[in-house]
């Protein structure tokens, strides 16, 4: 059985900074390229970055690029994102996911405010 259990979430500044963690289970980890997602009240999932099943290559959405950026670790099976320069724009529930697959996590939430 797949697991994805994501971490880290929770109500920050704007400004501020957040680590997200995804520990994933039941899948050959070091096998799949890693995504994280995200999805606010009342809007479509969006991709934010990706990640190589190495680790060598990423990729990110405009609208955090430079701010965000995605790891892993195959030794532990979790993939990470850490947030800096956090937006009001970017509060949202963020998932991680298998590239290509059909898992997903619960999510965590992320809350930017003042």
């Known amino acids: 059985q797949v697991q994805l259990v994501e971490s880290g979430g929770g109500l920050e500044q704007p400004g501020g900074s957040l680590r997200l963690s995804c520990a994933a289970s039941?899948?050959?980890?070091?096998?799949?390229?890693m995504a994280w997602f995200r999805q606010a009240p009342g809007k479509q999932r969006e991709f934010v970055a990706h990640i190589t099943s190495d680790g060598i290559t990423t990729n990110y959405a405009n609208s955090v690029k430079g701010r965000f950026t995605i790891s892993r670790d195959n030794a532990k099976n979790t993939v990470f994102l850490q947030m800096n320069s956090l937006k009001p724009d970017d509060t949202a529930v963020y998932l991680c996911h298998p590239w290509a697959t059909s898992y997903w996590g619960q999510g965590t939430q992320v809350t930017v405010s003042s």
């Open positions: 039941g899948i050959i980890f070091s096998s799949y390229r």
